[in-house]
């Protein structure tokens, strides 16, 4: 038993040295290759240039933003992922019904009460007005 749970932290310790030895490989790579000159670096003002959308920019790069835009997508995201949630537990409530009786309804009872939380309070700090 206790030989299944030091298994279980050895997975966890091999993930999480390849999460750090696959981007650092990455980086030291295109370093070795930047310095033995197989990736060459020629800057130019059209390689330096903005580039966005086809189109070049209208204005400088720091130009101001509106933080509510962000703050209404991020929200919209959030809402959104959690709908993907709901999907396939409606797909498959069925069966699952059948199976875990009335801990099926509590369960999503409890998801959609936190979804409500969340909503209620971003609803109450002004996070969904547009403008």
Known sequence: MLDEYFRQYGLIAIFAALAVSVPTGMLLTSWAFSVIRVRPKKPNPIKQ??????????????????????????????????????FPWAASFGTMSLEFGIFTIVEMAVFIAILLVGWVYAWRKGALEWI
Do not use: M
């Open 49 to 86: 240039s903005i580039y966005e959308c086809g189109f070049e920019t209208l204005s400088g790069t720091w130009n101001q933003f509106n933080f509510r835009f962000y703050t209404f997508a991020l929200i919209f995201v959030i809402f959104d992922v959690e709908v993907v949630f709901l």
